[in-house]
């Protein structure tokens, strides 16, 4: 629950620091395609945002350098509905897991000890296939 909670005030505070940017969207449409703006442009920049602390704006410094640009800016766009609400929306929750999954830190493995069933079973192996070249090796030549 607590997380939740951490998750819902972080998406809130993101999509205040966030602009959006209208176009018109390429590619076939005819008339509708070449007379309204249906590509939305989302643009965040991540030094400059309030939401996130320095380890975090240092994490998605680095997991999506090359999609940030020279001037620090995270553009991502989205022009795969007719309507800019759709891709409006798109891309709010691209942007949202994308930042999300980045400022997680990721769970170290911590290095447990084989058991003995696994042990034993990779040394079983380990003896069969050396029997197995053994027993090429001993072959009489034809």
Not at 62 to 81: D, N
């Amino acid at each position: 629950m607590i997380f939740d909670d951490y998750l819902y005030s972080m998406r809130e505070c993101l999509m205040r620091e966030v602009t959006f940017r209208t176009s018109r969207s390429s590619g076939p449409g005819g008339q509708h395609v070449n007379k309204t703006e249906s590509r939305v442009e989302l643009l965040w920049s991540p030094q400059e945002s309030d939401c996130l602390d320095d380890l975090q704006k240092h994490r998605v410094n680095r997991k999506l350098q090359s999609r940030i640009t020279h001037e620090g800016l995270l553009i991502l766009g989205s022009e795969k509905h007719r309507s800019q609400h759709q891709n409006k929306q798109e891309v709010t929750d691209r942007f949202l897991n994308l930042i999300l999954a980045t400022i997680v830190p990721i769970k170290k493995r911590t290095p447990t000890k084989p058991t003995r069933s696994s042990v034993e079973k990779r040394i079983k192996n380990k003896k069969i296939r050396g029997e197995i070249k053994r027993t090429r090796k001993d072959r009489p030549d034809h």
